[in-house]
DNA sequence: GTCCATGTTCTTTA
DNA sequence: CTAAAGAACATGGA
């Protein structure tokens, strides 16, 4: 389920429902889904407060009384939610944390690409993550460009551009008109100004959309979120283009499938 | 059975 | 050495 504007969402849907609440008793699944491996959140999580919640990149950062940080990464099929504890419990949940009024904080992920990790008291993890689409301004992102791969494949790159994934490169590019296949290093100061402003305009669209659900992504609530219904290029292949009604393409580049139109993107 | 899937990391190659 | 390409991870749906 997980690109920035889902990530966010969910955040912003937890908010409200976690934000001061203290956590009773924990329960484990029988995988191990935790960084470093083995690490015993009961001991670590049990009787803490939750004092804060935010985004980074893809990942769920929460923050403890005491200082202490661990996040969430949801991987390509995971789900947080938080319901009454009697709720059935979905099958593939890792994580099972009573709050202190009756409901539940829930991480379910099926294929189990995601994940819990422990952060102590620092801020970030020694992982290399790029700048966040809202902070960057155009000349900040050119010269994070200056590689030889494909504008595709640099974006996916989260240390070049933190939070972006296969939906909403393709549906940036789209929109400012720039081949999926153009080398990043050649992309003109023009070209990174239209394709930052692309990202954050359709970024914003799609948190305030709930974010896309094409699976099984639901936010905290359980909710879907209904994006998907605004894409103008990704899972359209042999489609019209909204824009000149050629037929939208598929491609695989970097092992992804990639979508565009082969008349308003051109190289 | 086959192919595909909103992601990341480790290994191999150039 | 570095950068880029490829494989791997695990599960489920069409």
Redesign the pocket.
């Known amino acids: 389920?997980?690109?920035l504007?889902?990530v966010q969402h969910v955040v912003n849907s937890l908010l409200p429902v976690i934000v001061g609440r203290r956590l009773t008793a924990i329960s484990t699944g029988p995988?191990d889904v935790t960084e470093p491996r083995g690490f015993d959140l009961r001991l670590r999580l049990e009787g803490r407060r939750i004092e804060r919640v935010y985004r980074r990149?893809?990942?769920i950062v929460f923050e403890l009384d005491g200082d202490d940080r661990f996040y969430i990464?949801?991987?390509?099929?995971g789900t947080i939610i938080v319901c009454p504890r009697q709720s059935p419990v979905r099958?593939?949940t890792h994580l099972r944390a009573d709050l202190d009024n009756q409901t539940e904080l829930r991480f379910s992920d099926?294929?189990?690409?995601?994940g819990i990790f422990w952060m102590g008291r620092s801020f970030e993890?020694e992982?290399d993550l790029g700048p966040e689409p809202f902070d960057l301004c155009a000349s900040d992102l050119l010269p994070r460009l200056?590689?030889?791969?494909?504008i595709k494949?640099?974006l996916?790159?989260?240390s070049v551009i933190?939070?972006?994934?296969?939906?909403?490169?393709d549906e940036s590019l789209f929109a400012a008109r720039i081949h999926p296949r153009q080398p990043?290093?050649t992309l003109t100061l023009t070209q990174a100004t239209s394709l930052l402003s692309s990202v954050k305009r359709i970024l914003n669209r799609a948190i305030a959309a709930g974010?896309?659900?094409?699976?099984?992504?639901v936010d905290a609530a359980g909710n879907k979120?209904s994006f998907?219904n605004a894409h103008r290029v990704?899972?359209r292949a042999g489609k019209a283009c909204s824009r000149c009604r050629t037929p939208i393409e598929?491609i695989?580049l970097?092992?992804?499938?990639t979508h565009f139109c082969p008349a308003c993107q051109c190289l």
Do not use: C
């Open positions: 389920m997980p690109e504007p889902e995988h990149a893809k990942r990464h949801l991987g390509m099929s099958p593939h099926p294929r189990r690409f995601g993890t992982n200056a590689t030889a791969r494909v494949t640099a996916l790159d989260q933190a939070g972006l994934g296969n939906i909403y490169v990043a290093r974010g896309s659900s094409l699976r099984d992504y979120g998907q990704y899972d598929r695989v970097h092992q992804r499938s």
